[in-house]
């Protein structure tokens, strides 16, 4: 189980709200727990510290961070209005 405050890792796929495209990799912070540990709400932020999303992410879509770990930035696409 993650902690609040915690990072993780996307293991897979995600959408943030706004539609935002989360891929495998984006770190982001635990902000919520819900269910014991069933799913989290994560904030994914910019390298400048601006949210670019919110999600919510299943235990089996991410990881924990590793000391192996290293940082890499992609831009995120405008999102698609549905």
């Given at each position: ?68 770990d290293i940082s890499h930035a992609r831009t995120i696409e ?5």
């Amino acid at each position: 189980m993650f902690k609040e405050h915690e990072q993780i890792v996307l293991t897979d796929h995600v959408k943030g709200d706004e539609n935002v495209d989360l891929r495998p990799g984006d770190v982001g912070t635990v902000v919520h727990i819900h269910q014991g540990g069933e799913a989290y709400i994560v904030e994914f932020m910019s390298l400048e510290g601006e949210t670019i999303a919110l999600a919510t992410v299943l235990h089996s879509q991410a990881r924990a961070v590793s000391r192996d770990d290293i940082s890499h930035a992609r831009t995120i696409e405008p999102p698609i209005a549905a």
